[in-house]
């Protein structure tokens, strides 16, 4: 592969850095599973040097006015969306996307360093009326300190800017860990930023497969202020018990178990439109995908026989080629799991539909599949499956739907369709989940505030909510004044 945006190392401190030991992992092409590049593996005792680059970096990036960190992050901004084509490509080869689903990720990624950078010139504090005679309250926002965060696989590239756009913005400066499946995406960004003129320290990127001893020193670190994590639930439970040692600001973005239901006066078509892209984007594998699929008796049949006839025209293949809707499964695991949901969920009484096995192009490659009889107690009711299987559940009652569609740990998105309002206003009001999206089934904008309860996290990314989670406020009271 070659690109100009192509690096093989970290990037601490405005350099490319390389550990002593000089050891490499490599970086494969789920599509082909070839070795796309080798990227050195950090020693974890060196992200110390990261964290120490972010904290000299902090107090001039910090005191910047908001308006010059805006203008560098903007031409950031500018630079990842003249580059798109160059970054989607690089993107395609290490995690399997489709192409155009891998520029849409790109340009969607670029949009929260520019909503960022220009929210942070909104960062308001308060002035409130004192109840002290002669003294006066002032609140001030002021950005947490140095941040670091560990990101997957699934958006190599935005999961990184939806979190360093509000950092940046607010004056923090990041230490960023990928995932080692996809390091290379996060290091383009690190290019751009260099070549956008975001100064040294503000931005490190450190690349390892050690992931568990790099959380550790960033979770350690009494330098590093907050952690934001995007990942698995069972990660993110251990990165919030390392971090209470130094009692560190934690954003979450966990697992979700989204439920995607059909009430009988859906528009039908629409609503498998809506599946075919809540469900089969990405192969499956993002945390808003539609995990179960809870169809109204009366179109229960009507809305199987729809989705099949779509997802049989789904095209599996390298996500390089002309018209592929469905690249690889980013790894052999990935298809392992795949499978046990499918056998569990046939060993207890679904029906398959259609797909249901690994694809013929062999490698981690897997058919769309459709399960039809979906229960309660099955796997796939209860897990986040992160593969292209959609189990249809039947169901008669609003009120057991809902009960069924809470009936899980997550609480990330859930999607409906229906067209009466009064249900509609009931069914919003009773998913107990951080995002609802009707009628439509994509719900991701820089604009609003993306995040789960539950134990599908804490926080929020994007929107002016986003800005919250990376500024600490500052009571100041004056006394004395005549
Ligand atoms: P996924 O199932 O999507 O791979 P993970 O939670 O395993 O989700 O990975 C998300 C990110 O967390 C990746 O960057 C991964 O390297 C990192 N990671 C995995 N285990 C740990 C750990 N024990 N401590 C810190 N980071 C980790």
Redesign the pocket.
């Known amino acids: 592969m070659s690109s100009k945006y192509l690096r093989d190392s970290s990037y601490i401190d405005g350099k490319w850095f390389n550990s002593k030991s000089n050891r490499y992992f490599d970086v494969l092409n789920p599509a082909t599973g070839t070795i796309l590049s080798r990227v050195n593996d950090i020693e974890p005792t060196d992200v110390e040097l990261a964290i120490q680059a972010a904290e000299r970096a902090f107090p001039s990036w910090s005191k910047m006015t908001s308006k010059e960190r805006a203008s560098i992050m903007r031409r950031f901004y500018e630079l990842i969306i003249e580059n798109a084509d160059e970054l989607a490509a690089i993107l395609t080869q290490e995690q399997g996307k489709p192409l155009s689903e891998a520029k849409t990720e790109i340009i969607y990624g670029a949009s929260f360093i520019e909503w960022f950078s220009e929210e942070g010139k909104r960062l308001y504090g308060d002035i409130i009326p004192s109840p002290i005679a002669n003294s006066k309250i002032i609140v001030e926002k002021s950005p947490v300190g140095v941040c670091a965060f560990?990101?997957?696989?699934?958006f190599p590239s935005a999961m990184i800017t939806r979190k360093i756009g509000a950092a940046m913005a607010a004056g923090c400066t990041c230490v960023v860990?990928?995932?080692?499946?996809t390091p290379l995406s996060a290091l383009a960004l690190a290019a751009l930023a260099e070549e956008a003129g975001v100064p040294k320290g503000v931005l490190n990127i450190v690349t390892g497969t050690d992931?568990?001893n790099?959380?550790?020193v960033l979770c350690d670190s009494e330098t590093v202020r907050k952690v934001s994590?995007?990942?698995?639930t069972?990660?993110?439970k251990?990165?919030y018990r390392q971090c209470a040692a130094t009692v560190k600001k934690i954003s979450l973005e966990l697992g979700g178990n989204a439920p995607f239901i059909v009430f009988p006066d859906a528009d039908l078509d629409a609503a498998v439109s809506g599946a075919i892209i809540c469900k089969y984007r990405n192969a499956g594998q993002t945390c808003v995908c539609a995990n179960r699929f809870y169809i109204h008796e009366d179109v229960y049949d009507k809305f199987a026989s729809k989705l099949a006839d779509k997802v049989r025209k789904l095209k599996v293949g390298d996500g390089l080629d002309k018209g592929v809707d469905i690249g690889p499964l980013i790894t052999p695991d990935a298809l392992e799991k795949v499978r046990s949901h499918i056998n569990d969920a046939l060993g207890q009484g679904a029906k398959l539909i259609e797909g249901g096995d690994t694809h013929d192009l062999g490698g981690s490659y897997f058919k769309p599949t459709i399960l039809g009889n979906a229960m309660e107690g099955m796997l796939i009711a209860k897990e986040e499956t992160?593969g292209p299987v959609a189990p249809l559940f039947k169901f008669k009652d609003i009120d057991d739907v809902l009960r069924q569609a809470n009936n899980t740990q997550f609480g990330l998105a859930a999607y409906f369709y229906a067209k009466d309002l009064a249900l509609i206003n009931k069914v919003y009001n009773g998913l107990e989940y951080g995002m609802v999206a009707v009628n439509t089934p994509i719900l991701s904008t820089e604009v609003a505030p993306f995040g789960g309860v539950k134990e599908s996290g804490i926080g929020r990314e994007g929107s002016k909510y986003g800005l919250d989670d990376f500024i600490e406020l500052k009571y100041v009271l004056l006394g004395g004044l005549e």
């Open positions: 560990i990101t997957p696989w699934n860990k990928p995932a080692h499946e992931s568990h790099i959380g550790r994590f995007t990942g698995s069972d990660v993110g251990i990165l992160f």
